[in-house]
């Protein structure tokens, strides 16, 4: 379940419970942007997806989005993301935090 809360700022600040401890969305302009990032986050939770972690390198986010594209493009279409992000995206972002 997510929790809200106005900023002194004027912003609000989308919460959830991770790990046993409330983690940051970020801050947003208005209360339902916040409802909306929360939901998408909870929609991921619940279907087993990852929360965005600060921790994540972003050789582990290209696997899961190439993951979730092998559903979704043809084989031939998966074969060239792989080769793109092999050659021209992992040896400068690969060990980089997300």
Do not use: C
């Amino acid at each position: 379940m997510a929790n809200f809360r106005k900023l002194a700022s004027g912003k609000w600040q989308a919460r959830v419970h991770k790990d046993g401890k409330l983690v940051s969305l970020g801050t947003f302009r208005t209360k339902k942007e916040a409802e909306i990032e929360a939901a998408k986050v909870e929609e991921r939770k619940y279907y087993g997806q990852t929360i965005n972690d600060r921790n994540m390198l972003f050789d582990e986010a290209v696997k899961n989005w190439l993951e979730y594209k092998k559903a979704n493009v043809k084989e031939s279409t998966l074969i060239q993301l792989e080769v793109i992000v092999r050659n021209h995206i992992m040896p400068t972002f690969g060990d980089k935090k997300l």
